[in-house]
């Protein structure tokens, strides 16, 4: 297991869920905050942001850091970020193992690299430069896929696991994304889980895709699909316990309809791991007095 907390079961912090959490509470065990929302002086999102923080655990995640482009890493989203971070002290701060923009020009997306030691050269370096700023390690995601480039030296879960091991990150494995890029590339998803270093995997994400029958979206606006939940079954039983999260950001549902997701996925891995998740938080219990 990684060396992170087993947090439990979560879902990502909505603006529109705002009013029920603080008025309602919530089931869920912890939070996800996207980074860059809450990289700002002030408002109601940072007031929210810190009476959830009052009760629950929280992590923080990232669109914008681009870590594998090409343009030098942002000074000033740098010390932005560890700001934050040193504010709200999260479990630990993910981003996406893509680039998101050229020449200062953030394009909004989480875009495809190739699978190559070039690649690897490059992002080890800037792994190391973020987490020296950091202060802790970084956790990186795989992101669904839609092409493949020609001159790929490796697959992608190879390029993880060896990129975990040289830059010494964690990973955040999003199985919905895997079970994606597994249907439009035409490879197996277990083999995909079976290559994950199990002393690296700090998080998994689970979210809703679009069918559109040649190819799947990673679409976030909507329950997570049947086969995706097979995956997870799947990715549990190799990996054991491990802080999962829902995602949902398009078509937000009401707070409850989200949180019967992080639900479904305790009750799963209640299913698949038995004792192991109780033995599990038992051993990161403090010691009593």
């Given at each position: 297991m990684s060396g992170q907390p087993d947090l439990g079961f979560g879902i990502g912090l909505r603006t529109g869920h705002f009013t029920a959490l603080l008025e309602h509470g919530t089931q869920v065990d912890w939070f996800?905050?996207?980074?860059?929302?809450?990289?700002?002086?002030?408002?109601?999102?940072?007031?929210?942001?810190?009476?959830?923080?009052?009760?629950?655990?929280?992590?923080?995640?990232?669109?914008?850091?681009?870590?594998?482009?090409?343009?030098?890493?942002?000074?000033?989203?740098?010390?932005?970020?560890?700001?934050?971070?040193?504010?709200?002290a999260p479990a630990w701060?993910?981003?996406?193992?893509?680039?998101?923009?050229?020449?200062?020009?953030n394009l909004h997306d989480l875009l495809p690299l190739p699978w190559t030691a070039e690649l690897l050269a490059h992002l080890l370096p800037r792994v190391a430069r973020v987490q020296d700023v950091l202060g802790r390690r970084l956790v990186l995601e795989n992101a669904s896929t839609y092409l493949s480039f020609a001159h790929a030296e490796m697959s992608e879960w190879e390029f993880l696991a060896e990129l975990a091991r040289q830059a010494d990150c964690e990973l955040l494995l999003d199985v919905n994304n895997v079970y994606v890029s597994a249907f439009n590339h035409g490879f197996d998803a277990r083999t995909f889980i079976d290559a994950m270093p199990v002393e690296r995997v700090a998080q998994i994400h689970l979210a809703g895709h679009a069918d559109h029958g040649t190819h799947l979206l990673d679409t976030h606006d909507a329950r997570v699909a049947d086969?995706?939940?097979?995956?997870?079954?799947?990715?549990?039983?190799?990996?054991?316990?491990?802080?999962?999260?829902?995602?949902?950001?398009?078509?937000?549902?009401?707070?409850?309809?989200?949180?019967?997701?992080?639900?479904?996925?305790?009750?799963?891995?209640?299913?698949?791991?038995?004792?192991?998740?109780?033995?599990?938080?038992?051993?990161?219990?403090?010691?009593?007095?």
């Open positions: 996800e905050a996207i980074s860059e929302n809450f990289m700002v002086a002030g408002g109601r999102p940072l007031q929210v942001l810190e009476r959830i923080r009052n009760d629950h655990p929280l992590v923080l995640h990232g669109v914008s850091l681009s870590i594998g482009g090409t343009d030098p890493l942002d000074p000033v989203y740098l010390r932005a970020l560890r700001d934050l971070a040193d504010r709200f701060v993910s981003d996406h193992l893509c680039w998101t923009g050229v020449d200062a020009h086969p995706v939940w097979d995956l997870y079954r799947y990715a549990l039983a190799r990996l054991g316990p491990v802080s999962t999260l829902v995602e949902w950001d398009g078509d937000v549902p009401p707070l409850a309809e989200v949180e019967a997701e992080a639900l479904r996925a305790r009750a799963v891995a209640a299913e698949v791991l038995g004792d192991r998740r109780a033995l599990t938080e038992a051993d990161d219990a403090p010691n009593a007095a």
